[in-house]
């Protein structure tokens, strides 16, 4: 079982910065592929999917946040975060860290097309971005 827990949410200005953070216990080093989703508030809004980190250290983001965010991972302290700078209103959401078994499949970019295939959530930190 795999425990996860994000930090680092908070309120910025459209434009700044923030970095989440997610600490991960019960944790087989390298045998996850770790990611953050997002899902803003409100009815029909899905869960989306931010960047993923493969444990070879290869990444793939989403669409709109190319060039804004950046995943990384430190094996050594089970840590994984997200580095998210220019941020701008529509980037408001839950954040939530996730893992799922790379023995399942090792496609980042497919899994942050299909959420469901995560094995493991953390509980979530909100980002606001005002303008």
């Known amino acids: 079982q795999v425990q996860l827990e994000e930090s680092g949410g908070g309120s910025v200005h459209t434009g700044g910065s923030l970095r989440l953070s997610c600490a991960a216990s019960g944790y087989v080093d390298k045998k996850y592929l770790m990611a953050w989703f997002r899902q803003a508030a409100g009815p029909g809004k899905e869960r989306e999917g931010v960047?993923?980190?493969?444990?070879?250290?290869?990444?793939t983001y989403g669409g709109s946040v190319k060039g804004r965010f950046t995943i990384s991972q430190d094996h050594a302290k089970n840590m994984l975060y997200l580095q998210m700078s220019d941020l701008k209103p529509e980037d408001t959401a839950m954040y939530y860290c996730?893992?799922?078994?790379?023995?399942?499949?090792?496609?980042?970019?497919?899994?942050?097309?299909?959420?469901?295939?995560?094995?493991?959530w953390g509980q979530g930190t909100q980002v606001t971005v005002s303008s």
């Open positions: 996730a893992a799922r078994n790379l023995r399942e499949d090792r496609n980042l970019a497919w899994w942050l097309q299909v959420p469901a295939l995560t094995n493991y």
């Open positions: 960047a993923a980190i493969d444990s070879d250290g290869s990444t």
